[in-house]
């Protein structure tokens, strides 16, 4: 198996870690506080939309961004975002005393 092979291999497992970590972490957190008699009540509701509500929507913007196109429309986005923020920068005169 080549570099390149192993790369992309390396980059679908990572996703897909990336959203079964958010999703079994925050459920492991929502069963230990019905456990615990001291968990606040607002910080279980918090984990539970996080639980329910972040990872289906980070699911598409994680596998999309596997996408090629993508990927270079992003980068070409940003090179220009990146590089008029550049020229700007030359063209204000700095105030020196």
Known sequence: M???ER?????T????????CI??????CVYISYRV????PDMRLIIAVLYS?????LNPFIYSLR?????DALKRAFC???AASHTFRKTVPSISS
């Open 37 to 40: 008699a001291t968990f606040d």
């Open 53 to 57: 509500v972040l990872t289906p929507l």
């Open 80 to 82: 220009r975002y990146s």
């Open 13 to 20: 497992c990572v996703s897909h870690l990336i959203v079964v």
């Open 67 to 71: 996408n090629k196109e993508l990927q």
């Open 2 to 4: 080549g570099t390149a």
């Open 23 to 28: 999703s079994y972490v925050s459920a492991s």
């Open 7 to 11: 790369l992309k291999a390396a980059a």
